[in-house]
């Protein structure tokens, strides 16, 4: 695609993650490549009378490797997340945020269910203990703002601090947003990512009575199965994932590495249920449609796509034939891969995680497989990547994201080339 040479244009220096599979860039894509999941018996809370009692939990993180402790003493599990994927993501970028003029460097944060954690502790001490016993820490988490606002305070970013929440498609609406401003000249840099820590006794529950979560609980790691015939939902998880987006000149002048170029995104609503999506896949449509006019590229350019892949029974055959109807015959080319088996459901940070998949995709030149698809449910007319991950010279990668509401997301990222 050609650019104009004075159009402001969008790198992302640095990535940052919190996962099941991994707290470091490397550790993440290494089980990503090798398709490795996270998933485990759950050991945050009792899940005794439960139908489902796996999910992709992080045992080896402590936010006192990243914060002295009295400063996150007061966080939720979800803010920690947070704190840390950001620090890893400008320790990543080599960017020194505090020799920028503070008000060039921005920071979106996304959530969809910030302060459940305080909210759910603070109900029976306030009911068996009275309301003196339930102090300002339970308010500031129970805002749903805390993230971003205490990571501007964490990394001194004064240009804007914003909090953004779209269900599962939040993670790549910053995305989209992030980039927007840098392209408007509103920052030089944006921090920007969503994190999520939906392992709560309470928020399993109304998944497992909406019957869209795995109750394979004998087999954690092959228990989700996007587009397989034998799908039962979707492997709940959390963490976070962070990046720093820069204009372009700006990361060229500090000779900063780069591993992608965010080339557009789109968004779409359906306006059809509170849950489900059209049963003609309208949103994802759409959303891709908006996207690539924004990147100025032709479906055909696209050359891999993380797809959402929830392993859910409607929402993968509707997604896959959408797809396919999408994109047509460019499918015989297209090479299509669903990753959540590893990393779990991290419902607004999905689009995040996800997106730094697909920047690694492009780094390493490599298409992650889908684990646990055996049959597909489409008969193969998608490309999908199974088992092994494919090495590809990859230019151009999508990855789209659907939520409750409606809401799709679709962001698309290439090779930096100059």
């Known amino acids: 695609m050609k650019r104009d040479s004075a159009e402001r244009r969008v790198v992302i220096t640095g990535i940052g993650v919190i996962s099941a599979c991994?707290?470091?860039v490397a550790d993440f894509w290494e089980s990503i490549v090798q398709g490795k999941s996270g998933a485990r018996p759950i050991t945050r809370f009792d899940t005794t009378g439960l139908p489902t009692t796996i999910a992709a939990e992080i045992t080896d993180f402590d936010c006192a490797n990243y914060l002295p402790r009295r400063t996150f003493k007061r966080y939720d599990l979800g803010v920690q997340f947070a704190a840390a994927a950001s620090l890893n993501a400008v320790a990543d970028s080599g960017l020194n945020i505090r020799k920028m003029d503070a008000d060039r460097i921005g920071l979106i944060h996304a959530n969809s269910l910030e302060g459940m954690e305080s909210a759910f502790r603070a109900y029976p001490i306030y009911d068996k203990q009275g309301y003196k016993r339930i102090g300002p820490s339970f308010l500031l988490n129970n805002y749903f703002g805390a993230a971003s606002g205490e990571l501007a305070l964490i990394h001194?970013?004064?240009?804007?601090?914003?909090?953004?929440?779209s269900g599962s498609a939040?993670?790549?609406?910053v995305m989209i947003l992030a980039a927007?401003?840098?392209?408007?000249?509103?920052?030089d840099a944006i921090l920007v990512g969503a994190s999520e820590a939906p392992l709560l006794?309470?928020?399993?529950?109304?998944?497992?009575?909406?019957?869209?979560v795995t109750s394979r609980n004998d087999e954690p790691e092959s228990a989700m199965r996007p587009f397989d015939i034998t799908h039962d939902g979707f492997l709940l998880g959390e963490g976070a994932a962070f990046f720093v987006f820069e204009e372009k000149i700006h990361a060229l002048n500090r000779n900063a590495r780069i591993y992608a170029e965010f080339s557009g995104g789109g968004r779409a609503c359906e306006a059809y249920h509170p849950v489900n999506i059209h049963p003609e896949g309208l949103g994802i449509k759409s959303s891709i449609s908006k996207a690539l006019r924004r990147a100025g590229m032709a479906r055909s350019e696209i050359q891999y796509v993380n797809a959402h892949g929830t392993a859910t029974q409607l929402n993968d055959r509707?997604?896959?034939?959408?797809?396919?109807?999408f994109f047509g015959e460019h499918c015989n080319s297209l090479a299509v891969s669903a990753t959540k088996p590893s990393t779990g459901h991290l419902l607004a940070a999905s689009g995040a995680l996800e997106t730094a998949i697909c920047a690694l995709a492009i780094h390493h030149q490599t298409i992650p497989p889908t684990k646990n698809l055996?049959?597909?449910l489409d008969g193969g007319k998608l490309d999908m990547v199974r088992d092994v991950a494919r090495p590809y010279p990859l230019e151009r990668v999508m990855n789209?994201?659907?939520?409750?509401?409606?809401?799709?997301s679709c962001v698309i990222l290439e090779r930096f080339a100059g």
Request: charged fraction near 20%; aromatic fraction near 8%.
């Open 22 to 24: 991994g707290v470091t």
């Open 201 to 212: 006794a309470q928020i399993m529950a109304g998944f497992c009575n909406a019957r869209i």
């Open 374 to 376: 055996t049959t597909p």
């Open 156 to 165: 001194g970013i004064k240009g804007h601090s914003i909090t953004y929440s």
């Open 170 to 173: 939040s993670g790549s609406d």
């Open 180 to 187: 927007d401003t840098v392209v408007h000249d509103d920052v």
């Open 318 to 325: 509707i997604e896959a034939e959408a797809l396919y109807e």
């Open 400 to 408: 789209i994201n659907a939520g409750f509401g409606g809401k799709n």
